[in-house]
């Protein structure tokens, strides 16, 4: 009965979607997550082995869970970096995107039990251990492509996902059933690293995401050279390539709005850079989670000579 109110919250929180599943153990992401872990796809990013049982069951989250709320934020920017600029993923544009989810969630939470009642529940964006793309497929909310990502036949790919979890009992939405990628291999051929394999099986330790972002070594393999294609924070080519995204429109939340900064600077603007400076301008955004030796280092290994 209340499945109206809380879309509707949702939307009037800036959520362009909200899907509901019922809260249970998911058994065939257990066997997927685990078989993926066991072939070292997540390199060296061993948080991913952590909490295993939390990642497929949500009621070790929060006790006596009954419904998975997913929600899908817009993040598509109306403007882009220079094209000879160093290129940075269109999600770190704007603020740190966990700070301006986890506040609508924690908002959320408090209209729900202003209006409804005490209720058990926790917000979750992207650094909890929840198998988010999961919950959104099972709440009818898209399909997972072949690049890894959720898709959304109305926005394409370009949103974060938010995840909420309660033991507040609802009416759960079918499942997404169908897989609109069918035979295209878009996001497979364009990418820069080969990381996109057969079966929506995504080599983690191979993407340029990691590399930039999550390697917190100062040597990038050397197998790597020349395939970076000029990205220095994220990658952005398999969304680029996917005949879903041509339905991406603007996002309308002005925490969002692209950094001055990121729109203005060319490739002699990151290397003036100093770490002053850097700490200055990026400690709210999610570039921050590079540091400035990380940047300094991305960009050297693109050839370009970053301050030492």
């Known amino acids: 009965m209340f499945e109206a109110f809380i879309k509707n919250t949702a939307s009037s929180l800036g959520f362009q979607f909200c899907g509901i599943a019922k809260a249970e153990r998911l058994d065939e992401d257990a ?182 972002i999550e390697l917190k070594e100062m040597m990038i393999p050397r197998e790597m050279e020349g395939k970076f294609n000029n990205w220095m924070f994220g990658c952005d080519v398999c969304q680029e390539v996917c005949p879903w995204n041509r339905f991406a429109k603007p996002h309308q939340e002005p925490d969002l709005e692209p950094l001055t900064e990121i729109l203005s600077f060319g490739l002699a603007e990151w290397e003036a850079l100093t770490e002053e400076s850097f700490k200055k301008i990026f400690s709210r955004h999610a570039m921050a989670r590079s540091k400035y030796r990380g940047i300094v280092r991305n960009l050297k290994f693109l050839g370009m000579p970053g301050k030492g």
């Open 31 to 212: 066997r997927r997550l685990e078989a993926w872990l066991n072939k070292g796809l997540h390199g060296s990013m061993a948080y991913m082995e952590n909490h295993f049982e939390m990642r497929v069951d949500p009621t070790n989250l929060v006790p006596g869970a009954k419904s998975v709320i997913t929600l899908l934020l817009n993040y598509y920017p109306e403007e882009t970096q220079p094209r000879d600029a160093p290129k940075i993923a269109r999600y770190a544009y704007g603020l740190d995107y966990h700070e301006i989810i986890r506040a609508k969630l924690n908002h959320f939470l408090e209209i729900i039990r202003k209006s409804i009642g005490e209720i058990g529940g926790r917000g979750f964006v992207d650094s909890a251990p929840v198998l988010e793309r999961s919950w959104a497929q099972k709440s009818g909310l898209g399909w997972v492509g072949k690049n890894g990502n959720l898709i959304n036949r109305n926005i394409g790919s370009y949103f974060f996902i938010a995840t909420l979890i309660t033991d507040l009992a609802l009416e759960p939405d079918p499942p997404y059933a169908k897989d609109y990628c069918g035979s295209c291999r878009k996001c497979v051929d364009a990418c820069p690293t080969g990381a996109i394999g057969p079966d929506k099986v995504v080599d983690g330790s191979a993407c340029i995401s990691y590399f930039t």
